[in-house]
């Protein structure tokens, strides 16, 4: 899937930092990665693949499978940024895992998404221009440390996930699940950590509504010159698209994803021309063509990726789209041998 947000990112200090007290040398990783060594001192910014070299050249440096579980463990408030000092002082875990979502982008095109179904909670992260490469072990390893670690000092307590799910050949299982106390699945289907929704729901005891007051307007501010030139209405299609498949996103949630005011929301839409609505079922249109496109899956599948609740309202709507059942588009547009090898849909 293509994305608007633009495939750039400036390499934190904290990482930097990070990497000094494993004990690595920053300059020969930044060798093996083949950046430019001004990486290291300026706001040089790089690209997905650049930023997957640099965790590839650190474990290749390293020679330790662990090593992004190192990393992340070694770093402390003193070090962290700007949102992690924010989320650490959130409301609660949930929170807490919220802000660090909302505020990623100001660092890099990553997205975290945070599902809860039923008692429990999936956290997953997204990186929009990976293409098909996988994500670096050291660095999936790292992301999910972080997680844990901030609702572990978040509310004073070992917090132990429900479970580790890892798209990789089991490695380093014992060190893994000796610090997450779960079982660690392998070769899953995507990288994610899974909480118990009454963890979610557990307070801070480093919550401090007074320091989030004044934290919270710098956030924004950042943020919003960090996506100063990238169209809203862009922005909102992506968030859009990642969101349909949990059910229709509202136009307060999306706000907030994009850390902005509803209000500030419809505005900056307003002064570019467009309306959320439109964009929602532009979006839907769009991702109707595409999943319909795609013969394996039914009616019925592509209903539910668009977030409808029913297959008729689905129906009602592509009629408006584009004056047609979807099955009758579907037979026009699919290539006949794959319609007729999948079978009546």
């Known amino acids: 899937m293509s994305s608007s947000v ?6 934190s200090s904290t990482l930097w930092e990070g990497i000094k007290r494993v004990g ?23 690209s997905t693949a650049q930023f997957f070299a640099l965790w590839r050249a650190i ?27 924010a989320a650490q002082h959130a ?11 909302r505020f990623k982008r100001l660092c890099a095109p990553e ?9 429990r909670g999936d956290i997953v992260v997204h990186w929009p221009h990976a293409g098909s490469g996988s994500i670096p072990y050291s660095l999936v390893d790292a ?20 479970a580790l799910e890892l798209a990789r050949p089991a490695a380093s299982r014992s060190a893994l699940e000796r610090h997450f106390g779960c079982q660690v699945r392998f070769d899953a289907t995507e990288d994610l950590i899974r909480f118990r929704r009454d963890d979610l729901d557990k307070r801070f005891a480093t919550y401090n509504k007074e320091l989030l007051e004044v934290l919270a307007p710098e ?6 010159q960090h996506m100063v030139s990238e169209s809203v209405a862009e922005q909102t299609r992506w968030v859009l698209r990642r969101r349909l498949t949990a059910g229709r996103p509202d136009i307060r949630s999306v706000a907030a994803e994009l850390a902005m005011s509803e209000r500030s929301l419809q505005r900056r839409l307003t002064d570019e021309g467009v309306s959320f609505q439109t964009l929602m079922s532009d979006t839907r249109h769009q991702l109707a063509l595409e999943h319909l496109a795609d013969a394996s899956l039914t009616l019925i599948e592509v209903a539910y990726l668009l977030g409808y609740e029913d297959q008729n ?23 006949p041998c794959l319609a007729n090898v999948q079978g009546p849909r």
Not at 63 to 74: E, P, V
Not at 143 to 162: A, D, Q
Not at 315 to 330: C, D, I, K, L, M
């Open 59 to 85: 474990e290749a440096v390293s020679q330790d499978a662990t090593i992004g579980l190192r990393i992340a463990l070694c770093l402390d408030g003193a070090v962290m940024p700007l949102a992690f000092v």
């Open 24 to 46: 690595l040398d920053r300059a020969e990783v930044v060798r093996r990665a083949a950046l430019p060594l001004n990486v290291l001192k300026d706001d040089t910014p790089i």
């Open 91 to 101: 409301r609660d875990f949930r929170d807490a895992l919220n802000r660090v979502a």
């Open 219 to 224: 956030l924004d501010r950042r943020l919003e």
């Open 313 to 335: 309202s689905f129906f009602r709507a592509f009629r408006q789209w584009e004056g047609q059942t979807p099955s009758a588009w579907r037979a026009t547009n699919t290539e």
């Open 143 to 162: 992301t999910m440390v972080s997680f844990l670690e901030l609702g572990r000092r978040g509310t004073s307590e070992r917090l132990v996930p429900i």
């Open 111 to 119: 997205d975290v998404v945070l599902t809860e179904d039923g008692d």
């Open 6 to 11: 633009p495939d750039k990112m400036k390499v």
